[in-house]
């Protein structure tokens, strides 16, 4: 049975969606609000007034994070999308998470002599430790690429990319 017809892996990726949405939509938002701003500031000068302090300042600072946010929303949707895609094919595989490292996990499974040996896609330091409490939890797994995988675990609330670590 492909993973994406669990109804709790549906839930999961949507509210995956959702974050990049809200990243998409908040840097949109924040690049138009710069726009507005700096437009506002050109017509105050124009009219003769004093340019306000700082506002170009609070300008570029509004385009350029409004621009970064939206790139990243922009790629976690595409991602939450490819990972639809994967788990609709590809089942989910039962095993035992263990932490290897800040980023390194060891995915224990019956259906393996040795442990699957990932490295966690995300640098944010809260999803970090959030996979890093699942420590000896029983999670499900799946390979949703030639080099991606993702994972879960019973109330995650969310699913978590990895990529196959590099033997060292």
């Given at each position: 049975?492909p ?38 500031v ?24 409004g ?9 976690s ?29 060891h ?38 690429g ?23």
């Amino acid at each position: 049975m492909p993973a994406l017809d669990d109804p709790q892996t549906r839930t999961d990726l949507a509210a995956l969606r959702a974050g990049a949405l809200r990243w998409l939509g908040g840097g949109l938002l924040a690049v138009v609000l710069g726009c507005v701003a700096g437009s506002a500031v050109v017509r105050v000068t124009e009219d003769g007034g004093a340019r306000p302090p700082g506002a170009g300042l609070l300008v570029v600072v509004l385009v350029l994070a409004g621009t970064a946010a939206a790139v990243a929303g922009l790629g976690s949707l595409l991602r939450t999308r490819r990972w639809a895609a994967g788990l609709a094919r590809e089942p989910w595989h039962a095993g035992v998470l263990r932490i290897a490292g800040p980023a390194m996990l060891h995915v224990e499974s019956d259906d393996a002599d040795e442990p699957l040996r990932l490295r966690l896609v995300s640098t944010a330091v809260w999803r970090t430790r959030e996979v890093q409490r699942l420590a000896g939890a029983d999670v499900r797994f799946a390979e949703v690429g030639p080099q991606e995988w993702v994972l879960s675990a019973d109330g995650a609330g969310t699913v978590y990319g990895a990529r196959p670590a590099r033997r060292r």
